[in-house]
């Protein structure tokens, strides 16, 4: 591998001569430096990939240059270099931050390998760094799109919860964007830099639940044939989003409180007591606090959760950012699908500002999608719209004289039809959004003849 960016740090004018040019003739790129100072300048200026420290630089110790440089860059795979091959030294050196260590004299074959894995290690950091900063600028304030005095008040709430620890309740419909909220919280917050994971509670068998977010030893149920490392231990020093937390099983709920009481918790099969730094969010649909006066969701868990509450309200409630949120999802799937299409007709727009979303953000979201597909020009028009949308009000000008038996009937299968668009077709998500079960959404499908 050649054109690694290497410092040498290193007192000793001609074992810094030997290294340099030993490193210069692989085709590195070496800057070498003779003390703290040179090496910390060094460091601030050029893009340093790899750096090879002394243990002992006269008066100064390598261990500090380590910690100094890395504090300048903290991309910086270190390597000691020490004539002390013992154990308390690696220990040392390892503990400010070494990648690695190597012994004088040097053997330059094995010195060639490290500095291989410590470039693939500040490439791997690299491109973690990017990501992370990728991701906090989309999931940043500055991106949610809005103009409505409710989600004015929305985006103030949660730029105070991520500005604190404090646990976060997100209410609202399916749709409504809980789940962006949570990352912008993330990514705005302290744990920034830690893992953001989210659980779909009942998205997973309720028989596997407790091993997904706890973890299992091997041998704890059937099939388990290696340890699983639970979503808790696995955001450690991040977050976790527990989302539709009113479906969580009410066993499940006393492990969920004992870890926000304690922050300590059990793999399944396992009696050791394990502790993460986790901060958790939650997010449900449903009306907590009717589940917790029906004795289905513990008032004690409810409370430990409902610090800050985020009340995120549906898009029928907030009509004047359609339009905003129209123009955004035109720009992003426009380029997507490589469509040269710059806006909405004025009737389009005026018909997309009167429907009612019950999928809200998301089913705009797929409207938008589906009327850019068929959008012949450079405008979106009515014609490029879902039939529903066009036709819903002569629909309810024709029902006005049916009987109410059939307006039921014809109101009942405008709405299933509308969660199934919303829903890509997936009925479980369909029949929470309405709020039936699934089972009754697919009789309710069968009786209809609905496609």
């Known amino acids: 591998m050649t054109n690694t960016v290497i410092l040498v740090v290193e007192d000793d004018p001609l074992q810094r001569k030997l290294v340099a040019e030993n490193l210069t003739a692989d085709g590195h790129l070496v800057f070498p430096a003779a003390s703290r100072l040179e090496a ?17 630089l006269g008066a100064e110790s390598g261990i500090d240059v380590i910690r100094d ?3 300048r860059n903290p991309l910086i795979a270190p390597i000691m270099v020490t004539a002390y091959g013992n154990i308390e030294t690696a220990v ?15 053997d330059f074959p094995r010195l060639r390998l490290i500095i291989e894995r410590a470039r693939e290690r500040h490439r791997l950091q690299s491109e973690v760094s990017f990501l992370r900063s990728a991701l906090g600028e989309r999931f940043s304030f500055k991106n949610l799109v809005f103009a409505s005095p409710r989600m004015e008040s929305v985006a103030r709430l949660a730029a105070k919860a991520a500005g604190s620890e404090a646990n976060v309740l997100i209410t609202g419909e399916t749709g409504t964007g809980k789940d962006l909220l949570a990352r912008t919280i993330h990514f705005t917050s302290r744990r920034r830099e830690g893992p953001f994971l989210a659980v779909n509670l009942p998205a997973i068998p309720e028989t596997l639940l ?25 955001a450690e020093g991040g977050t976790l989003l527990l989302d539709e937390i009113g479906d969580l099983p009410a066993p499940l709920q006393v492990k969920i409180l004992r870890f926000l009481q304690e922050r300590e918790f059990t793999r399944l099969g396992s009696a050791k007591v394990l502790r993460a730094d986790v901060r958790i969010l939650a997010a449900t649909n449903r009306d907590l606090e009717k589940l917790v006066a029906e004795e289905k969701f513990r008032a004690d868990l409810f409370y430990r959760l409902d610090v800050i509450r985020i009340p995120v309200p549906p898009l029928r409630e907030r009509r004047e950012d359609i ?11 426009a380029g997507r699908e490589k469509k040269a299409v710059r806006g909405v007709s004025a009737e389009a727009m005026a018909v997309l500002a009167r429907y009612g979303y019950p999928g809200n953000i998301r089913e705009l979201e797929n409207v938008v999608e589906r009327a850019l597909v068929f959008a012949e020009g450079d405008m979106i028009t009515t014609s490029d719209l879902p039939v529903h949308l066009t036709e819903k009000k002569e629909e309810d000008l024709a ?25 890509g077709g997936v009925k479980a998500k369909a029949a929470r959004a309405l709020g039936i079960t699934e089972r009754m959404l697919g009789y309710k499908i069968k009786i209809y003849e609905l496609k």
Not at 92 to 104: Q, R, T, Y
Not at 215 to 233: M, N, P, S
Not at 409 to 419: D, P, S, Y
Request: proline share 4%; charged share 35%.
């Open 69 to 71: 440089v890395l504090g």
């Open 323 to 333: 339009p905003l949120l129209i123009d955004h999802f035109l720009k992003t799937i």
């Open 399 to 423: 029902a006005a004289d049916l009987p109410l038996d059939e307006k039921v009937r014809r109101l009942e299968v405008r709405e299933i039809r509308r969660a199934l668009e919303a829903a």
């Open 40 to 56: 910390l300048d060094i460091a601030g200026r050029e893009p340093i990939e790899v750096a090879i420290v002394d243990y002992k």
């Open 92 to 106: 040392e050196a390892m503990k400010a931050g070494a990648f690695d260590f190597a012994v004088k004299p040097i």
């Open 210 to 234: 407790e091993s997904e977010l706890f973890g299992a030893e091997k041998g704890a149920f059937t099939g388990a044939h290696e340890r699983k490392i639970g979503k808790f231990e696995a």
